[in-house]
């Protein structure tokens, strides 16, 4: 009968801590993804645009766009829907803010690019020279 019980306690306590294992880790899995697109959610948040539309706004390819590119189709566009031409502060403001856009993300991309690089000559620096 003792036998019985403490099998059944184990047993029941396996299922138990089975349970909670898996729903902590799918509860892990969703906050991992969460943080994984919230670097991209809050740049769109933050400037109110996603980066594939601010593309489209100013035309640009995004594999090979530039900062002078950028500045190029920036005040080509602002000029066209200015006050004296078409009187638009709507795609005005659409134009702004795609720029701005994509000025972050170059920004963010030259910061990750020059991390990368500082962190390559820290270790390059460390190891000695045989």
Same mark, same amino acid.
């Given at each position: 009968?003792?036998? #019985?019980?403490?099998?059944?306690?184990?047993?029941?306590?396996?299922?138990?801590?089975? #349970?909670?294992? &898996? /729903?902590? @880790? #799918?509860?892990?899995?969703?906050? &991992?993804?969460?943080?994984?697109?919230?670097?991209? $959610?809050?740049? %769109? #948040? =933050?400037?109110?645009? &996603?980066?594939?539309? *601010? *593309?489209?706004?100013?035309?640009?390819?995004? !594999?090979?766009?530039?900062? =002078?590119?950028? =500045?190029? !189709? @920036?005040?080509?566009?602002?000029?066209?829907?200015?006050?004296?031409?078409?009187?638009?502060? @709507?795609?005005?403001?659409?134009? @702004?803010? %795609?720029?701005?856009?994509?000025?972050? /993300?170059?920004?963010?991309?030259?910061? %990750?690019?020059? $991390?990368?690089?500082?962190?390559? /000559?820290?270790?390059?620096? =460390?190891?000695?020279?045989?």
């Amino acid at each position: 009968m003792a036998h #019985r019980l403490i099998v059944q306690v184990i047993f029941t306590g396996a299922q138990v801590f089975g #349970r909670a294992f &898996t /729903e902590a @880790y #799918r509860q892990a899995a969703t906050q &991992t993804a969460k943080q994984s697109s919230s670097s991209t $959610a809050k740049a %769109a #948040r =933050d400037f109110g645009i &996603t980066l594939d539309e *601010s *593309s489209k706004i100013l035309d640009v390819d995004l !594999k090979n766009v530039t900062l =002078d590119k950028i =500045d190029e !189709k @920036y005040n080509y566009l602002f000029d066209v829907n200015g006050k004296e031409k078409a009187n638009s502060f @709507y795609l005005q403001s659409k134009v @702004y803010w %795609a720029a701005e856009r994509l000025k972050g /993300e170059l920004k963010a991309k030259e910061e %990750a690019k020059n $991390a990368k690089s500082e962190t390559k /000559e820290e270790g390059t620096q =460390d190891q000695p020279k045989a």
